[in-house]
């Protein structure tokens, strides 16, 4: 694993505007538009990272955030490792949607296992000066659903953004290691006759 | 008789990984094995066992929105009683940006271990049991649809799969012909009406078609030959005819070994992955599932075909003219794409000479056909886009006009006091117009602003488009504001200059775009499904290879038509676009041949790279802002004047049976598909019931 390079598979969700697009921009690229168009379609942009010794790929997808373009994202959920749940902190009703967007992930993505899935909730445009979601309602939402780590970032002035990131690349890690301790692999058996013959699979 | 040769025992498939573990959908693999234990849910398949020497199955996994296939062919190590294999993928059959499992995973093992005679009980398949010592070579080819629809049941897509599915003893095999499409496809005949032929063939003696979209073809040849003589037929060299000596049909896993095969498993063993790629051929049969049964396939008259194009894109005229003593059949046979010339904008002066004493707009015929060859002026463009957009009457006169326009006038305003005088009280309680409200915020914020129009933190060109897309919500609430409509506002809004104007021009085109927002997106469904027909008459082969990469259904050109290439242009150009699509010329639907001229412009690159899903999306997102309008349009004409002057002629067979050099219709590749709409075109007949029987594609599940 740590001589490999691993791919994975992050998601932004979250309502229109919260800055999903600027976030992956902002950590990608290193830069920030302000008038950055909004997303039409899906998108997605790779980076390569290391993190604790681990050569990570990340694929990072973007999504319109429109009720209306469900359909047209949800397909994308399939084989996500994991899911960025993004509000803006001066957005009480991006906030409030965080359990939609949570709801929606794990039923399209269909998740196994909801309660383990690595999700990583973020409270953007901390540069705002209009906050109308504080910082401890966000932490007590993430720790009711789920002990998610919370993040404060800023596209705007890279505050967090790379160490959410990071942390989303953790979070996954840990979950393979407890994956392959305790998880026998799933079997498929096929059965056949069993034949007397030395040949075999011919 | 078919003599099966194959595993007996239990195979367990065990595919570990870093991160997920993987499921067997489930499945018959035509005659190969079929799954007997795992759970049946999502995240990889088994598509088939190949039983020509050792055994190879094709795995698909999910990944992100796409399958994946990975072959792997099991060797062999160790003794019989218990059997390791470790297997690679196929490098350019995984999408390395997707190998989640697959590639880069060391830990995923394929174990294959013989049961004790007596534990086998639990046999899986009914059916005369395989003779011990039967090692014959037994070719089972399963057929991959890449369509899958969502929500039917891993049962029903099995016995999809198994329908194509068909095993035949080499020995029962009459001949062999090669044919030719761009691809190789081979086509089996048997001897004779043979109950061999397992599964849905019916009793034809021809087996359905093995496609080698890339490539293969003669690797599957070598490896018939092992077993038996191909020779030209004397009439036709394509066609192979298939003797089997006695020497071949009886080799068996060990004399394999002692052959060419040896080195083969040898080497498998050191090196899997080397010897995987350059060994064996890849069939990709992919049948267009859903589409039809072969014989459905068969005929199409050219009045379908053209019935067919027209229904996409209505004004289309195509020639229909047959030759006499033949009917068509499948294909549009494209001839040379004709060279087109665009012609400079219309200028002031030609837009004023089409305009009489009244006021009227005359010979508007000609107007809109200069329109569409050059575009306007920008001076032109203000007024024009007016009577192009439908605000005016072609006909109407000054006066008229200007009484429109006030009576317009007061309908707007109206409109826009009604949110106006909206208090915040009552705003409170409404939560719809409060969710139109923040998100026009939001996105007038975000759209064209290195316009000079938008530019700027104060700009009045921002509350126009603001004020305009909110009295559009009053004007249609139903609708009310879509991300994707302040794209489509704002060129018209920067041509206009005028509040009211842009209003009225928005709402004409949103009369034609207002499907693609609606809640169950239908006009983008629609346009998607028509485009892929399009697309799959027009080329087929590289239609084939999106759909083999899961993008048949051309997922990426979303963008393209929720806004009609807003954002794929420079602002410019897509004045330019628009104003030349609002003609209406040369047919309707003109924007999807722009689609068409794109895509015939990105695939070479697409197909050369071997790009996946994935990077298809990638590729076809980043070709906003690259594209050259007037060479586009350019190309979009050309195809256009090539399906108007095709005769939809293709392939021929002689009406009155009479002798004909074309391919009998047995030895066809699968066609175009059909139409995706029901009905009209297929009366039930003996195709129409199976027809009838499958889902129609317009119905086929949100990609991918």
């Not at chain 2, 020639?319 to 003593?325: D, I, K, L, R, T």
């Given at each position: 694993m740590t001589t490999k390079t691993s791919l994975l598979k992050v998601i932004l969700l979250g309502?229109?505007?919260?800055g999903k697009s600027s976030i992956m921009n902002r950590y990608v690229t290193n830069k920030f538009d302000a008038h950055l168009f909004h997303t039409i379609g899906v998108e997605f942009l790779n980076k390569d990272l290391e993190v604790d010794g681990h050569q990570v790929t990340l694929q990072i997808w973007d999504t319109a955030g429109?009720?209306?373009f469900r359909s047209l994202r949800t397909?994308?959920?399939?084989?996500?490792?994991c899911c960025l749940l993004t509000f803006s902190v001066d957005d009480n009703q991006s906030f409030l949607n965080l359990g939609n967007w949570k709801k929606e992930f794990i039923y399209y993505a269909d998740v196994k296992e909801p309660e383990k899935f690595p999700f990583v909730v973020l409270g953007n445009k901390?540069?705002?000066?209009?906050?109308?979601?504080s910082s401890e309602e966000a932490q007590q939402w993430c720790q009711e659903n789920g002990d998610y780590p919370y993040y404060e970032t800023s596209a705007k002035d890279a505050t967090n953004v790379a160490v959410a990131f990071e942390e989303a690349v953790r979070r996954v890690l840990a979950m393979d290691e407890r994956t392959d301790h305790l998880i026998p692999t799933d079997t498929v058996k096929l059965h056949r006759k069993p034949r007397s013959a030395t040949t075999c699979c011919s | 008789m078919t003599k099966t040769s194959v595993c007996r025992g239990t195979l367990t498939v065990q595919l570990k990984s870093r991160r997920r573990s993987f499921r067997a959908l489930g499945g018959d693999q035509g005659r190969g094995f079929r799954i007997l234990?795992?759970?049946?849910?999502?995240g990889f398949r088994i598509l088939g066992g190949d039983q020509g020497r050792g055994f190879r199955i094709w795995v698909e996994i999910r990944g992100g929105p796409s399958w994946f296939r990975v072959e792997f062919d099991c060797g062999v190590s160790g003794q019989d009683a218990e059997i390791l294999v470790d297997y690679r993928p196929l490098e350019d059959s995984v999408d390395p940006s997707n190998m989640l499992c697959a590639?880069?995973?060391?830990?995923s093992v394929v174990q294959w271990s013989q049961c004790?005679?007596?534990?086998?009980?639990?046999?899986c398949r009914d059916g005369p049991e395989p003779?011990?010592?039967?090692?014959?070579?037994?070719?089972d080819l399963v057929n991959a649809a890449t369509y899958r629809r969502r929500g039917g049941s891993a049962m029903s897509r099995s016995q999809d799969r198994s329908r194509w599915a068909f095993s035949a003893a080499v020995g029962d095999l009459r001949s062999v012909t090669v044919k030719d499409e761009g691809w190789t496809f081979l086509i089996l005949q048997l001897k004779?009406?043979?109950?061999?032929?397992?599964?849905?063939?019916?009793?034809?003696?021809?087996l359905p078609p093995l496609h080698f979209h890339q490539g293969g073809s003669r690797e599957f040849l070598d490896s018939l030959r092992r077993f038996a003589l191909l020779s030209e037929s004397a009439e036709d060299e394509a066609c192979l005819l298939v003797s089997t000596p006695n020497r071949a049909l009886s080799q068996s896993f060990e004399n394999l070994l002692d052959d060419n095969n040896y080195s083969l498993v040898h080497k498998f063993r050191r090196d899997p992955y080397v010897t995987t790629l350059g060994s064996f051929s890849k069939v990709?049969?992919?049948?267009?599932?859903?589409?039809?049964?072969a014989e459905e396939a068969q005929q199409r008259p050219p009045e379908e075909v053209a019935d067919l194009l027209g229904d996409i894109i209505p004004g289309l005229e195509i020639?229909?003219?047959?030759?006499?003593?033949f009917e068509v059949i499948?294909?549009?046979?494209?001839g040379v794409r004709p060279p087109v010339s665009r012609a400079a904008p219309l200028s002031p002066e030609d837009w004023r000479r089409h305009r009489d004493a009244e006021g009227s707009m005359v010979d508007t015929q000609r107007l809109r056909h200069a329109v569409f060859k050059g575009g306007l002026c920008h001076a032109v463009r203000k007024e024009a886009w007016k009577f192009l957009l439908g605000f005016?009457?072609?006909?109407?006169?000054l006066e008229e006009r200007k009484s429109l326009h006030r009576a317009k006038t007061d309908e707007y305003f109206r409109m826009k006091l009604q949110w106006k005088s909206v208090s915040e009280e009552q705003e409170r309680r409404n939560s719809r117009l409060r969710d139109y409200r923040s998100l026009i915020e939001k996105d007038v914020n975000r759209t064209?602003?290195?316009n000079r129009f938008y530019e700027?933190?104060?700009?009045?060109g921002l509350v126009l488009l603001h004020d305009v897309l909110m009295t559009y919500c009053m004007y249609d609430f139903d609708l009310g504001y879509v991300q994707g409509m302040s794209d489509l506002l704002s060129p018209i809004l920067y041509v206009m200059e005028s509040e009211v104007d842009a209003f009225w021009c928005f709402v004409s085109f949103m009369d034609q775009m207002h499907q693609n927002f609606e809640e169950q997106m239908q006009g983008m469904k629609t346009q998607l499904i028509q485009l892929s027909t399009l697309l799959r008459l027009l080329d087929l082969s590289f239609w084939n290879y999106l759909e083999a990469q899961d993008s048949g259904y051309l997922y990426f050109c979303f963008r393209w038509l929720l806004i009609r290439f807003k954002r794929e242009l420079s602002f410019q150009d897509v004045l330019r676009l628009w104003e030349v699509l609002w003609t209406g010329l040369?047919?309707?639907?003109?924007h999807l041949l722009v689609c068409c001229s794109i895509l015939d412009s990105e695939k070479q690159k697409i197909m050369e790279e071997k790009y996946g899903f994935n990077e298809i999306l990638k590729h076809i997102n980043e070709l906003s802002m690259k594209l050259d309008i007037e060479e586009i349009l350019q190309k979009a004409e050309g195809i256009y004047e090539q399906i108007r002057s095709?005769?939809?002629?293709g392939l021929l067979r002689s009406r009155n049976g009479?002798?004909?050099?074309?391919?009998a219709q047995a030895e066809?590749?699968?066609?175009?598909?059909?139409?995706?709409?029901?009905?009209r075109l297929h009366p039930p007949g003996p195709g129409g019931a199976a027809a009838s029987t499958r889902p129609a594609q317009a119905e086929r599940p949100p990609p991918p």
């Open positions: 309502d229109g505007g919260v429109q009720e209306r397909p994308f959920y399939r084989g996500s490792d901390l540069d705002v000066t209009e906050r109308q979601v | 234990g795992g759970d049946q849910g999502r590639g880069k995973d060391s830990s004790p005679p007596a534990g086998g009980s639990r046999n003779e011990p010592q039967s090692s014959e070579t037994e070719w004779e009406p043979s109950t061999s032929c397992s599964t849905s063939c019916s009793t034809s003696s021809t990709t049969n992919y049948i267009l599932e859903a589409l039809r049964g020639n229909q003219q047959e030759e006499p003593g499948t294909r549009v046979d494209l005016y009457p072609w006909s109407s006169t064209d602003r290195t700027g933190l104060d700009n009045p040369p047919c309707q639907n003109f095709c005769k939809v002629l009479a002798a004909s050099t074309r391919p066809r590749p699968p066609p175009p598909a059909r139409p995706r709409r029901s009905g």
